[in-house]
């Protein structure tokens, strides 16, 4: 008879739920901004504000949450944040075209004004200071969402052999590849007779009812006791000072790198004339190399060690840059897109595993929050900036 632990039934549930939300408008982000009005380097200065963000925000999180215990409070008021600021960008005007506004007359005369200085260029001002806080502020509320979970369930699953993280976590990569192929559809279908709004309204709608939905979950999911660290900041300093902690996060700098490809993918699918549907089934096929490594991931991770699956990691990223490299038929990208079962969802429950481990009494938050800042954070930010 198969046991069910139901403690952690909402565990899975939001990571479904939750990641099926991001999936399903963050691929689509980048080249909705480019709708709006938005340069590429506009474009890359908003996705590179957001890894900053998190390399900066992140931890401080992780620091409230241990030392006040508000890791549920802290999770489920910035999952109202995430969605709240990211659906926003819905209501952003586009630039303003002067090429298409009204011709100006003399009022005097009523001559048509024909002359030129050169060619006109859309206002961006306003279309990109918008998307630049209303998205700046969304990442600052998901920089606390993931870390605060992830650490949660590691301490859930604490003493129970027969769970492990990655097998609550590919739930999210379930939601992920069932949303991202919805939206990616639906997308294509609205795009071919738009209605309301223009052609990314699926994907903001879909992503909206998943965030609603996320809140259930996390108002369900239980917490583990938690006993803050009476001198955290000198336990922080002495984690921080470990030869062995030094180099994982220098290691996590190098994935956050390797990382900051993931926006500029999609716009380079864009110009490769590719359709929504490739472009949405890019995370599908993330997802579906995500699950057989989580669902396996306490295996290898027994099997090679902590710095077994780093190495394996950087050959999986190295192989996946020189396909980019070389494609020119955007459907090829797809199979490459598997490797993201190593690239993620190997290392993602190594890393969990690694920061629970060595982690002080009352620091896991924090520690997973440092590994996701850098992950996510300061390396691919100085991409984005680049």
């Not at 241990?66 to 990211?86: C, E, I, Q, R």
């Not at 379930?174 to 990616?184: H, P």
């Amino acid at each position: 008879m198969v046991s069910i632990n139901k403690d952690l039934l909402p565990v899975k549930a939001m990571y479904f739920v939750y990641i099926g939300a991001l999936v399903s408008l963050f691929p689509t982000l980048p080249v909705y901004l480019s709708h709006l009005g938005l340069s590429i380097t506009q474009i890359g200065l908003i996705r590179g504000a957001e890894p900053l963000l998190d390399f900066i925000v992140s931890p401080i999180w992780g620091y409230l949450a241990d030392t006040y215990s508000l890791h549920k409070a802290l999770m489920m008021a910035n999952v109202l944040g995430v969605g709240g600021f990211f659906l926003g960008t819905l209501f952003v005007p586009g630039a303003v075209d002067p090429d298409i506004l009204p011709p100006a007359t003399n009022s005097s005369e009523d001559t048509l004004v024909t002359d030129s200085v050169g060619p006109f260029k859309a206002n961006t001002t306003f279309t990109f200071l918008a998307c630049l806080i209303l998205i700046g502020l969304g990442q600052c509320c998901n920089a606390a969402v993931v870390p605060l979970q992830d650490a949660n369930a590691m301490q859930l699953i604490k003493g129970n052999p027969k769970q492990s993280y990655g097998r609550q976590r590919l739930w999210g990569s379930i939601g992920g590849l069932l949303f991202a192929v919805t939206t990616g559809l639906l997308l294509d279908l609205y795009s071919k007779n738009v209605i309301f709004l223009h052609e990314f309204l699926p994907a903001f709608v879909i992503f909206t009812i998943l965030i609603l939905l996320t809140l259930w979950p996390a108002s369900k999911t239980p917490f583990a006791h938690h006993t803050p660290n009476a001198t955290f900041f000198r336990s922080a300093g002495g984690v921080l000072k470990k030869p062995r902690i030094f180099m994982f996060l220098l290691v996590m700098c190098t994935f956050g790198f390797s990382y900051g490809q993931d926006s500029f993918k999609y716009l380079f699918l864009n110009e490769l004339s590719s359709p929504h549907l490739t472009r949405a089934l890019c995370p599908a096929f993330n997802c579906i190399g995500e699950v057989f490594f989580m669902w396996n991931s306490k295996k290898i991770i027994q099997k090679l060690g902590h710095e077994g699956i780093f190495y394996v990691v950087l050959c999986a990223w190295a192989t996946r840059f020189i396909v980019y490299s070389i494609l020119i038929n955007p459907w090829l990208i797809l199979p490459v897109e598997l490797l993201h079962g190593i690239c993620f969802g190997l290392l993602w429950p190594n890393v969990t595993a690694f920061c629970n481990d060595v982690a002080p009494p009352g620091m896991a938050a924090t520690l997973q929050a440092i590994a996701f800042a850098l992950y996510a954070g300061l390396k691919k930010a100085l991409i984005g900036l680049k």
